[in-house]
């Protein structure tokens, strides 16, 4: 089913109020996001992490078409679980 921008942004805010009602001190902080139309939901350290090698790529990178080729890679779900 192909949500909508609206009902993505819902479901986004509904999974947000969840993480928070069923965190405790000992669980890891979150990022909910929208990844193929679905909601995602990753430990923020991960996202964090994951920035910070696609920024790494962007400025090692001399020729734009190869690091956006390297960026696209590295941003697409399969890769993310690996960084």
Sequence with gaps: ???TLANQGT???VE???CLLEATPETPSYMIGIC???ITKIPLVQAVKQVYYLSLCWT??????AR???LQRLS????????
């Design 16 to 18: 947000a109020v969840n």
């Design 60 to 65: 090692n990178c001399p020729d734009w078409l």
């Design 68 to 70: 956006l080729k390297q």
């Design 76 to 83: 697409r779900p399969s890769t993310s679980s690996k960084l």
């Design 1 to 3: 089913m192909l949500l």
């Design 36 to 38: 193929e139309n679905k």
């Design 11 to 13: 479901l986004q805010g």
